[in-house]
Every structure is written in C-alpha cells, then in structure tokens.
C-alpha cells in the first residue's frame, strides 16, 4: 500500500488508546483501506455537551486521534515522529446518540508536514463535522521549539 509505511494493525491501533483520552471516550479505529483510516466514537454522557449534543471538542478528539494516527503509519518511525501543528473543525449538525464516525483521508502528505481531511457523520451516514488537521513531521533527536 502506498499511502501506509507499514500496515495497519487494527487490533494493535486500539490497544494505543489504553490509559488515553481514546479510551475514555470509547475511541475505535474501525477499518483502512489503500486511501484512508476511520475510527468512530461513542455518543453519551462522556461525549455530550450541557444541551444533550456532541460536543464540538469531543469530535475534535475524534479528528485529531484518527489524524494523527494516520500520519503516523506514514512516516518511518525510527527515524521521525510526528504532532500535530493545526486543527480546525465545522460542525455541520448536532448528534445525540449512538455513535459518531470518522474517516481521515490525505490532502498533502510532504515531507515536512501531512495535511489531513477527516469527515465525521452520525450513525444515518449524514455528515456532522468536517475538520482538517496538519502534523508536523519532525526528525528524531530533535525537540520542539519550547514556547
């Protein structure tokens, strides 16, 4: 596969999500194909916010977990690592069970930064949330700037 430097291990994905924000809010990688990754995530007391809706950061979890995640099983990882630059989110419509659905795919995967578009919709198929994250790709040894 040419999007992925090794392949995913779904199994091996939700075990990463132990003692995380991920496990907390019932965070599931799902499936992969040769062109993106999908995860979903629960709808309830732990997702909501005070109006009985999804809460907007909860989906940006979502986003931002299956993201980076994907970017990660892009790069070689003996030799860079990756975090996330930027996250943005438009919440299209509100959701208040079940679960939501994500599905990240690549805009740009350079050599320096990924940009990622990840779609979010309820369990109707109907889209909820549209977000784009860009991770930094970053060699080994070095550290962020501190800020």
């Keep these: 596969m040419a999007l992925w430097q090794r392949t995913p291990d779904i199994e091996a994905l939700n075990a990463t999500l132990k003692d995380s924000i991920g496990e907390v809010l019932d965070i599931r990688f799902e499936a992969f194909d040769d062109e993106s990754l999908s995860a979903s995530m629960v709808i309830d007391s732990r997702t909501h916010q005070p109006y009985g809706l999804l809460h907007g950061g909860a989906s940006v979890v979502l986003a931002e977990t299956l993201g980076s995640t994907a970017s990660y099983l892009c ?73």
């Design 75 to 147: 790069i070689d990882s003996s030799r860079f690592y990756c975090v996330g630059l930027e996250v943005n989110a438009n919440h299209l419509r509100g959701l208040r069970s079940g679960r939501v659905h994500a599905v990240a795919r690549p805009v740009h995967l350079g050599r320096t930064t990924h940009v990622w578009d990840i779609r979010l919709c309820g369990d109707d198929g109907k889209p909820s949330c549209i977000s784009r994250l860009t991770m930094a790709i970053v060699p080994l040894g070095e550290q962020p700037p501190k800020l």
